[in-house]
């Protein structure tokens, strides 16, 4: 499988990409994934350890000559974001990713492609590899259960690490490096609300909102985007006068991608289905409209179906319903310190409804913690209104920029010297674990860089061949200067 990614440039960073491909690694399932590199380790010699985590440790002694150079940690996730196409199969548990090249660019056959963070691993374990290289001494740093939780640097063994450096390899655009990133928080919010069985004259009707390209909640949240879940709940809110009342919702899978698709199934009397479905009809034109070039692929259809079980009653259902729309969705606030740059937003990632249980996932980010705790005090005084309970649930802080960094300077000078241009210096709206890490390990000298990617946390994902080359000559050519 995926033999074709070895006729690729540069041939060992390519090589270790199709061992990840091949090796199922959706988050919080990575065991077999690090027992193959540890074994990698054992036959190229090198020294590894685990934290009480699991996050995976292997070492690289500094080349010759190199010995008293500062020493680095190439640091990047292990797992990936687990995320399919309408109608395609694969199970992330047991299926290789599937790869083609179109154009100049890696694509996956139907699912997310695990570039992110893939290709910062990969390259990491081909400088592991390569005996030719100029460096200081090395650390490879490999986390876990980045893409749900940020566990494994929430849970990073502290007094582990002795590099001096990290170079975080998980950022995602060609001819930039990132020197800070957004804090964030998931919301949680959970209610049992009441519930009535259908009446005689009422009838099913599921409504189905799909085709949106989705994307990163950090990075792209700010492209005209559609979220399936707040394009699905203004059109429930739309059928209220028709006599809808709620029965069950599923919107999105994952907080931190831009839900793509949300289905819900209603209950109304047997005389207004005829309006609703030309509603809906209706409302799929307006959205289309709405939303453009930018997400021109939606569908919004409704059809009579079979409801089993009870609804909410009119009163919760109308509750709910406007009280997500109410809900915080998107860019809060730009920075007025980092110009084009999102301070504050929220992803509604995850919304489902059954048996009259509610739960919502979103993912809130900030370059301020404060902002971000602001935000998570307004989801609980909104949804404390209808009687539900929010919280807050795996808080990271964000990574305060150094423009003065020594390895920032490398690598601008190195940028310029190899590819005669300057670096874009930026701050990224998303959760890079160095803000974590460094709140762990404050006197780390810290940078992001990374190869083109786009579309990630989406079946969409694709990663530019010719910036992954670039980007292998860049890390090789930074770890060169900075073992002098």
């Known amino acids: 499988m995926n033999d074709h990614l070895e006729t690729l440039d540069p041939a060992p960073l390519w090589r270790h990409f199709r061992t990840l491909c091949d090796t199922p690694r959706p988050s919080g399932e990575e065991a077999a994934l690090v027992a193959t590199l540890?074994?990698?380790a054992d036959a190229q010699g090198l020294a590894h350890d685990r934290d009480a985590f699991g996050n995976l440790r292997i070492k690289k002694p500094a080349s010759p000559g190199s010995e008293k150079a500062p020493g680095v940690i190439l640091q990047g996730h292990l797992d990936m974001v687990a995320q399919?196409?309408?109608?395609?199969?694969?199970?992330?548990?047991?299926?290789?990713?599937r790869t083609y090249v179109d154009d100049g660019w890696l694509h996956a056959d139907g699912t997310t492609l695990g570039a992110d963070n893939g290709l910062g691993v990969a390259a990491a374990l081909a400088v592991l590899e390569d005996k030719t290289l100029t460096h200081g001494p090395l650390?490879?740093?490999f986390t876990l259960e980045e893409e749900t939780s940020m566990g494994g640097a929430l849970n990073l063994a502290e007094g582990w690490l002795e590099g001096k450096r990290l170079i975080n390899l998980d950022s995602e655009e060609r001819g930039e490096v990132y020197i800070g990133c957004a804090g964030g928080s998931d919301v949680v919010v959970e209610a049992q609300l009441p519930t009535s069985s259908a009446n005689d004259d009422e009838c099913g009707l599921r409504v189905a909102l799909t085709g949106l390209k989705g994307g990163h909640s950090?990075?792209?949240i700010h492209q005209p985007l559609g979220n399936a879940n707040r394009l699905l709940i203004r059109v429930l809110r739309a059928l209220e006068p028709l006599g809808a009342r709620l029965g069950g919702y599923a919107g999105g899978t994952l907080r931190n991608a831009i839900p793509r698709e949300a289905f819900a199934t209603l209950l109304l009397p047997a005389d207004t289905v005829e309006a609703a479905v030309a509603k809906v009809n209706q409302l799929e034109q307006t959205l289309k409209r709405e939303l453009g070039s930018a997400d021109s692929g939606l569908q919004l259809t409704a059809a009579p179906a079979r409801f089993e079980g009870d609804a909410l009653n009119h009163d919760a259902s109308a509750m709910l319903v406007a009280t997500l729309h109410a809900a915080p969705c998107g860019v809060e606030r730009m920075s007025a310190d980092v110009p084009g740059v999102v301070e504050t937003s929220n992803n509604l990632g995850v919304v489902s409804l059954e048996g009259g249980r509610f739960h919502l996932c979103a993912l809130v980010r900030s370059l301020h913690d404060s902002a971000v705790d602001a935000m998570v005090d307004?989801?609980?005084a909104l949804f404390g209104l209808m009687g539900a309970r929010a919280k807050a649930e795996h808080g990271y802080p964000g990574w305060v920029p150094n423009p003065e960094g020594e390895l920032l300077a490398a690598f601008k000078a190195q940028h310029q010297a190899l590819l005669g241009r300057d670096a874009g210096v930026k701050v990224i709206h998303a959760g890079l674990e160095c803000g974590i890490i460094g709140s762990k390990y404050p006197h780390l000298d810290m940078i992001s860089f990374g190869p083109s990617i786009r579309g990630a946390h989406s079946p969409d994902e694709r990663v530019e061949l010719a910036s992954v080359t670039e980007f292998w000559q860049m890390l090789t050519a930074l770890l060169a200067a900075t073992a002098r």
């Not at 109608?87 to 990713?97: K, L, Q, V």
């Open 84 to 97: 399919t196409n309408a109608g395609t199969t694969h199970d992330f548990s047991r299926d290789p990713i």
């Open 218 to 220: 950090g990075m792209d």
């Open 378 to 380: 307004r989801f609980q």
């Open 38 to 40: 540890e074994a990698w």
């Open 139 to 141: 650390e490879a740093l």
